[in-house]
């Protein structure tokens, strides 16, 4: 079992930034390829940004790309998600996900992949 609890999350107008902050408690962080994904009112829940277990390897949904960064601290259990340049589109529940992985490969962006969720964190971007 791993326990994920995201943090972070907050009001910010377009063109702003935030950071959230995934922590994990449990087994041993440095097994799991870590995603985020997110889900506005009333859409399905999307891919987001996901990254390797050794941070070597990171992959985002397109509409993120160059906008959005992920990283890891093994040392800490923690992932991050670094949003810039937010758009009122990016509004949603950012949720952070964990996979057990036996390799280093993490390119998983399907949320049926991974066997952990935290709660979630409220992302609102004002116009």
């Known amino acids: 079992q791993v326990q994920l609890v995201e943090s972070g999350g907050g009001l910010v107008q377009a063109g702003g930034s935030l950071r959230l902050s995934c922590s994990a408690s449990g087994r041993t962080f440095s097994s799991y390829a870590m995603g985020w994904f997110r889900q506005a009112p009333g859409k399905d829940r999307e891919f987001v940004a996901a990254?390797?277990?050794?941070?070597?390897?990171?992959y985002f949904q397109d509409s993120v790309k160059g906008r959005f960064t992920i990283s890891r601290d093994n040392a800490k259990n923690t992932v991050y998600l670094q949003m810039n340049s937010l758009k009122p589109e990016d509004t949603a529940v950012y949720y952070c996900?964990?996979?057990?992985?036996?390799?280093?490969?993490?390119?998983?962006?399907?949320?049926?992949?991974?066997?952990?969720w935290g709660q979630g964190t409220q992302v609102t971007v004002s116009s």
């Open positions: 996900a964990a996979k057990f992985v036996l390799g280093d490969y993490g390119r998983y962006a399907r949320a049926e992949e991974y066997g952990y």
């Open positions: 990254i390797s277990v050794s941070g070597g390897s990171t």
